[in-house]
């Protein structure tokens, strides 16, 4: 291995850990992320951790601050209001290009991912607070295949990134809110699946928005 590819591993291994360490609450929403301490506890150089912080901000789950660095992304309700206002616009009118445009593969891809969804087990077994990341990764493929079938890339690219934004909000709903208010999940994606299997967009798109706002009413309430 060159050292251009030996890099690029240690690159994306750094940024597997630490996306994982900031959404299982290793790393707090508002803590701040300092390069050296960074660099010794995943053991890369601070070129490295410089890269990984750029991608993960990308994403929304770290924000760059001029002269101080990155943290990671506060809370705040007013950000999580704006950012539910926007994907259910977006999600929602890629999903209704979706049910007009996919086809019987897509159709059979999103059955499967839903699949895979429904027999992962939601909570982390060694943490009842906690989704599991198993079940966080099935559910990003399910509604990432969701919208897949829209017939615009960039539609796409844009729904696929407010998703990642609001990853930090869902993984926190769960000690933040459903211990007081628990939520079927499960007969929330067997709607959404329903509804668009049928061809009813009107219906999917709102089964989808109710979905996306539980999450938000959790977290506010």
């Known amino acids: 291995m060159d050292k251009r590819a030996s890099t690029k591993t240690r690159t994306g291994d750094t940024y597997d850990r630490l996306r994982a360490d900031i959404l299982g609450g ?22 490295v951790i410089r890269e990984v912080l750029s991608r993960l901000a990308e994403q929304g789950l770290v924000r760059a601050e001029p ?7 506060p809370i705040s309700a007013t950000d999580l209001e704006d950012l539910t206002a926007v994907r259910v616009d977006i999600e929602g009118l890629a999903l209704r290009y979706s049910i007009d445009r996919g086809d019987l593969d897509w159709e059979a891809r999103l059955v499967a991912a839903h699949h895979a969804l ?8 060694e943490d009842p607070t ?59 994606h067997r709607e959404i699946l329903e509804a668009t299997i049928d061809r009813d967009a009107d219906r999917a798109v709102a089964a989808l928005t109710k979905h996306i706002s539980i999450t938000t009413r959790l977290i506010l309430e």
């Open 118 to 125: 429904d027999r992962t087990q939601r909570i982390d077994p």
């Open 67 to 73: 002269q101080l660095g990155f943290r990671v992304t």
């Open 130 to 188: 906690r989704l599991s990341d198993e079940w966080a990764a099935a559910h990003a493929r399910f509604h990432d295949k969701l919208l897949s079938g829209c017939g615009s890339p960039r539609l796409h690219a844009i729904a696929r990134s407010v998703r990642d934004a609001a990853e930090l909000y869902r993984r926190w709903s769960v000690p933040l809110g459903e211990e007081k208010t628990p939520r079927d999940v499960e007969a929330e």
């Open 26 to 47: 290793h790393w707090r929403p508002g803590d701040r992320l300092k390069f050296a301490l960074l660099s010794e506890r995943y053991e890369v150089s601070i070129g």
